[in-house]
């Protein structure tokens, strides 16, 4: 019944943006919390941002910071991730998920959440 499906992934050269997004269907989406995660190959998967139910807080990796914007539309049940100053080691799998408690933060580890995207290639350098 939940359905969570990433896309927006593509080729970008090193400095460039893209922007990805999240639609969440089966669920009340204003109800959770929306996190990005990424991992690269031979690497641990690695928290990138979190958003709560509302929008109204927002949280980003060290690695990130400055460079992605964390961002939903409820009306669409939609969340965004905006990439700016890509750089090679921003290439992985990307993937979204749902938490139900509708807060997050840079604590909260994946297992935590309830409902998982598929994953898209996110940016890939070119």
């Known amino acids: 019944q939940v359905q969570v499906v990433e896309s927006g992934g593509g080729l970008v050269q090193a400095g460039g943006s893209l922007r990805l997004s999240c639609t969440a269907s089966g669920l009340t989406f204003d109800d959770y919390a929306m996190g990005w995660f990424r991992q690269a190959p031979g690497k641990e998967r690695e928290g990138v941002s979190c958003?709560?139910?509302?929008?109204?807080?927002?949280y980003y990796s060290d690695s990130v910071k400055g460079r992605f914007t964390i961002s939903r539309d409820n009306a669409k049940n939609t969340l965004y991730l905006q990439m700016h100053s890509l750089k090679p080691e921003d290439t992985a799998m990307y993937y979204c998920a749902a938490v139900l408690t509708g807060y997050c933060s840079s604590s909260l580890g994946s297992s935590a959440y309830h409902f998982w995207g598929q994953g898209t290639h996110g940016p890939v350098s070119s």
């Open positions: 958003i709560s139910w509302s929008g109204s807080t927002t």
